[in-house]
């Protein structure tokens, strides 16, 4: 069935240099939602993206939905250790959300 | 604040115990949802529910059934605990429409 990729699965960065994920489909997908999970915690919805082309911005953090609606990103910029955890791509099919398989940031001071 | 509650943080349980997972959310949202998440495996649903005595099967229903008789609550329900349903369950909830999902804590379930 259709899923999304979401590279890279790991990243450490230094405290202060940009990150960036990417969520990838096969298909066109009618929306798309970030989640971020903290270590040792849950999962924690941060933005969804509907629009072809949609860019939204929280803060540090970027947001991108692809021309196509097959791909979308999310970029910090200058990272800081708040920024450690693991983020989620996840789309809607059939009432259900899937998740991609996440990245995991690690930030060191 | 909106909530989803989950009633043990921590369980251990024995093989072949029936086992219950209660998740309760005080949004008066119509979907909720269980997921179990393990290393390597990202989230993978269990079995949701969009109204109440409404039930769904997810992608990974097996071993598992789930009960929802009021709109607040949903349980997960595994009938006879092995050790391969060892795992950190999430419980969700959103309301009708294309939103985000809130999480409960986890209930992080060893089976020994």
């Known amino acids: 069935g259709q899923q999304v990729m979401q590279i890279p699965q790991y990243q450490h960065v230094q405290e202060g240099e940009d990150f960036t994920t990417y969520c990838n489909s096969s298909t066109t997908l009618s929306n798309i939602q970030w989640y971020k999970q903290r270590p040792g915690g849950h999962p924690v919805f941060l933005i969804q993206l509907v629009k072809s082309g949609e860019v939204k911005k929280q803060k540090r953090l970027t947001f991108q939905f692809g021309e196509a609606k097959k791909n979308s990103s999310l970029h910090i910029t200058a990272t800081q250790t708040t920024d450690v955890g693991t983020y989620f791509c996840?789309?809607?099919?059939?009432?259900?959300?899937?998740f991609g398989q996440g990245t995991e940031l690690s930030v060191k001071p | 604040d909106v909530k989803v509650t989950q009633s043990s943080r921590y369980l251990v349980k024995r093989t072949g115990e029936k086992v219950f997972l209660e998740c309760v959310q005080d949004m008066d949202h119509e979907n909720m949802f269980w997921y179990r998440q393990d290393p390597g495996l990202g989230l993978r649903l269990i079995y949701f529910s969009y109204d109440v005595k409404m039930k769904e099967k997810g992608d990974i229903p097996e071993g598992y059934s789930v009960s929802r008789e009021k709109k607040e609550r949903f349980s997960l329900i595994l009938e006879s605990a092995s050790t391969n349903q060892t795992s950190m369950y999430l419980c969700a909830s959103r309301p009708t429409g294309v939103y985000g999902y809130t999480f409960g804590s986890g209930t992080r379930l060893t089976v020994v």
């Open positions: 996840a789309y809607n099919q059939g009432g259900k959300l899937i």
